[in-house]
């Protein structure tokens, strides 16, 4: 019933900035964590970031200070800013909501 829709994916320049948003249907938003991964072709999906409830944030070491996420409880949205990007942030970016619902992903390219 849960139903998540990412977008903002794009082509970018190393060094330069996107923004990720994930809405959000089908559930009471406010009472669970919300999660960004990302997945290169024959990697392991790993998790980037995530939010809980209250607000507490937790990032991969390597996009720390970099990437920051935040919630809209109000519009059911989540967001992912990146900063600095790099090209091995080059990945399929997914949304998650709780425990096991996933979006279908957002292509992120980061050119040298």
């Known amino acids: 019933q849960v139903q998540l829709v990412e977008s903002g994916g794009g082509l970018v320049q190393a060094g330069g900035s996107l923004r990720l948003s994930c809405a959000v249907s089908?559930?009471?938003?406010?009472?669970?964590?919300l999660a960004w991964y990302r997945q290169a072709p024959g990697k392991q999906r790993e998790l980037v970031a995530s939010?809980?409830?209250?607000?507490?944030?937790n990032y991969a070491d390597s996009v720390k200070g970099r990437f920051t996420i935040s919630r809209d409880n109000g519009k059911k949205m989540v967001y992912l800013q990146m900063n600095s990007l790099k090209p091995e942030d080059t990945a399929v970016y997914y949304c998650?909501?709780?425990?096991?619902?996933w979006g279908q992903g957002t292509q992120v390219t980061v050119s040298s």
């Open positions: 998650k909501f709780g425990i096991n619902s």
């Open positions: 089908g559930s009471i938003f406010s009472i669970n964590t």
């Open positions: 939010i809980s409830s209250g607000r507490t944030t």
